[in-house]
């Protein structure tokens, strides 16, 4: 075991091999020094591959090895449980560096200029850096490259949050993974006929590529009969979506909105091995974005609106919560009433009530998410994020909370909610129910 450091500057100890493997060039044998890394998600996700050298040897930036040592293969990039393994990918890896040798030795004059490379790939086996962007030379920042948003999943909601973020002007680029049989089954044919500029369709996860947020709307459509088996069936279809994604994209957010949206947001966050501010879920934002509006223009409430919240998880097990004062003045058929936020609540729950969920709202609801991570506006939304060590919690559960969003994902949970005992106790026991659902799913 050791620590391995991601783009993001997050540290994680994972496993990793060390060692040699034999390549015949030219009629002479060679060992080349290699270096695996295994993710939490293995065997679902593919190994991160470096070259080792020595002192004595420079790299050859080939066809599947970068400047860095990053070596690439299309094994690597066709990695699928359970017929891809270890003992293939370096059979693959022989093969290949057999085609096109990717070290070679250096003069022994040349080593001082060596040992300076030598130190910055220890650097990159210890931490992977972000061999897209440009590295930051004295002082300058890195370049932002374009705000490229993916979506996963060409059903109503995939398409809607498409159209709410081309009609937001949220992002530069936006993929559509289209993962259904036809083009005409997955909804996608209108969005071919009447094009959108900037706008993107594909079969293939390389599309979403060096993608800034990825949002994941695909639901399986199995004849499970259970309850657990529907879940489980979501499980199974994400095991071939997570790590795809995470591989293309490695530093991404991850915007989860397939259901149930905590679980899923759960199975996303071990799936992609990524920390745990960027993954996400979308929680209750979109119940919290209305129940904020009724209370100021609909209930006429004399308090700041945004000091309302709806959190805990989606639908019969969500808490409407406060960060302000317990006093409150609202108006209603011109009556003025003075109320508790208990009441308040319960008329604003009322109305929130007739409000169903369709795709367009989530659409706009996502886009809206979305919008603050691109352009790191640090506002605060309530969404499914990890929730250990709030309430008392201590298993790894995913419920909605307030949270500062930024460009990698949640910058901050605002905690003051939950010092009410009664709140408290209703997310204790959403995360208790969610916990054993997710001790009975197979990953």
Known sequence: MDTYTFKDGSLKDLLNFSGTIPVKYQGNSYNIPICLWILDSHPFAPPICFLKPTMNMEISVGKHVDAHGRIYLPYLQNWSHPKSIIVGLIKEMIEKFEEELPLYSIPSSDEARQLELLSYIAKITAGETDMNSKTMVSGQKRDGGVNKVTVIGAGDLGIACVLAIA?????????????????????????????????????????????????????????????????????????????????????????????????????????????????IGIGCNLDTERFQYIITNLLKAQTIGKEAWIIGEQGEGKVPAWSGSNLITYQTEGIVNHNSQEQLAKRAMEVLKGKGQKSWSVGLSIADLIESILKDKRKVHSISTLAKGCCNINSEVFLSMPCILGTNGVIEIIKTLTEDKLVAKKLQNSAASINDLQQQLKL
């Open 167 to 279: 009609a937001k002007g949220a992002a530069d680029q936006v993929v559509l993974i289209d993962l259904s049989e036809s083009t005409a089954k997955g909804g996608t044919m209108d969005l071919d006929i009447f094009s959108l500029p900037n706008v993107e369709i594909s079969k293939d996860f390389s599309a979403s590529a060096d993608s800034k947020v990825v949002v994941l709307t695909v639901n399986s459509l199995g004849n499970a009969q259970s309850y657990l088996d529907v879940i489980q069936s979501n499980v199974d279809l994400f095991r071939g979506i997570i790590p795809a994604v995470a591989r293309y994209s490695q530093n991404s957010v991850l915007l989860v909105a397939s259901h149930p949206v905590e679980i899923m947001t759960h199975v996303s966050w071990k799936l992609s091995a990524f920390p745990k501010s960027r993954v």
